[in-house]
């Protein structure tokens, strides 16, 4: 798996049994591969439609799979004793989500799985999103399915809140099923922190680890009160959001109004993260459930690459102070690995012929099954 912030590949090693709802799984190995600088900057370039070409895109397809087949080399290595696996899911790297087009959502994941499939010997599961998106779905998100599978729970409800370049969250009422399964993004993660960081220091840092930069700043409140003001935030669910929304352009518009407010680098940052913070609050006041006045939410387990960032932490902790904020690793899942585990999931509900997007939240008309199968180019 690699997100939108295209920092790099996240694999993982994982024992499943049982399948469905019943999936039970242990993780073995979790490994990061973060895509080499050069590659890194041609995605990020790739992912602006105008700046990009056809011969582009079609390189970086093969050079992305072939990226994919090394890092998941290098967790088989680490756990399988180099052994294949039954099976990989990969969901290879998004280039463009555009839910809104007037003929209907497009996305596009590239990163051509036939090269995982003979580099490992084993079939691979990739291209999750389009079936969805062929039954009317925006193709996102699609690990609620998963999130439900692992994280369902009889008395509390749960919110699970991903902070990888784009934030989305999970709602699990206490008890419920998966048709009552709340999901949606609720707007930008560690995108417009991890871009000012990398303009702010020339390319020197590419986040601002642990939050140590935007602890020094403080929030620039009419510039984040005009943020919030994006029209993707009113938008009722389902809603998913990209690089288009949030990206390197939001950026550059914004960056002239950042100058004007103050001269501190520190406080831009600080601003960009509390953006995240509050449009992750303000969403789950204006679209999860309330009980008693007060949000039905016992618990936030926060997981992707944010979850990392003791400042974001305390911030959203400030904005939600009556629930209490966990990490899932306190539930045996390294924060980077959550979303790795899901897409392992995803291709074994494939083979297993089980669908596994939830159409409340994707906005599709019917279940579906997710994934295309890619054979090894012999059966070994
Ligand atoms: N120690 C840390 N402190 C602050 N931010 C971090 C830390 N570790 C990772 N991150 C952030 O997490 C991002 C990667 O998160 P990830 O979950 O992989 O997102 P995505 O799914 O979009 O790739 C990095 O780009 C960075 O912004
Ligand atoms: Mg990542």
Redesign the pocket.
């Known amino acids: 798996?690699?997100?939108?912030?295209?920092?790099g590949v996240?694999a993982v090693v994982v024992c499943i049994r049982g399948g469905g709802l019943a999936m039970r799984t242990r993780l073995l190995a979790h490994t990061h591969n973060a895509y080499p600088a050069r590659l890194r900057r041609r995605l990020l370039a790739a992912m602006c439609p105008s700046a990009t070409t056809t011969g582009e895109i079609v390189a970086l397809h093969a050079e992305v799979g072939r990226f994919f087949a090394h890092a998941g080399r290098e967790a088989v290595n680490r756990r399988n004793g180099g052994r294949p696996p039954d099976l990989i899911g990969s969901h290879g790297q998004t280039i463009g989500h555009l839910p809104h087009l007037p003929a209907g959502v497009a996305t596009l994941q590239i990163g051509e799985p036939a090269h995982i499939a003979a580099a490992l010997g084993c079939p691979v599961v990739a291209d999750f999103r389009q079936a969805d998106v062929a039954v009317g779905g925006q193709g996102a998100p699609l690990v609620p399915w998963t999130d439900f599978v692992l994280f369902r729970h009889r008395r509390n409800s749960r919110a699970l809140q991903?902070?990888?370049?784009?934030g989305n969250v999970t709602y699990l009422a206490a008890g419920g099923d998966a048709a009552e399964v709340i999901a949606f993004d609720t707007g930008p993660?560690?995108m417009v922190?991890?871009d000012l960081m990398r303009r702010v220091t020339n390319n020197r840092l590419?986040?601002?680890?642990?939050?140590r930069f935007a602890a020094r700043g403080h929030v620039l409140e009419p510039v984040l009160a005009r943020w919030l003001r994006h029209p993707f935030f009113a938008r009722r669910p389902p809603k998913s959001a990209g690089r288009e929304d949030f990206g390197r352009s939001f950026v550059e518009r914004e960056l002239p109004r950042l100058r004007a407010a103050s001269s501190r680098a520190e406080d831009w940052v600080a601003t960009a993260t509390a953006f995240t913070t509050r449009s992750i609050a303000d969403a789950y006041r204006r679209f999860l459930p309330r009980r008693h006045g007060r949000l039905a939410v016992d618990e936030i387990i926060l997981c992707?690459?944010?979850a990392?960032?003791i400042t974001l932490r305390a911030v959203l902790a400030n904005e939600l102070p009556e629930i209490p904020i966990r990490s899932i690793d306190e539930y045996g899942i390294p924060?980077?690995a959550k979303?790795s585990l899901s897409f392992a999931m995803l291709a074994a509900a494939c083979v297993d012929g089980v669908p596994a997007n939830l159409p409340q939240v994707t906005g599709a008309e019917r279940p579906a099954i997710l994934g295309k199968l890619c054979q090894p180019p012999t059966q070994g």
């Not at 798996?1 to 295209?6: A, D, L, N």
């Open positions: 798996m690699s997100g939108t912030s295209c920092d996240d991903n902070i990888g370049g784009i993660g560690n922190i991890d590419s986040f601002d680890r642990d939050g992707g690459g944010g990392a960032n924060v980077q979303e």
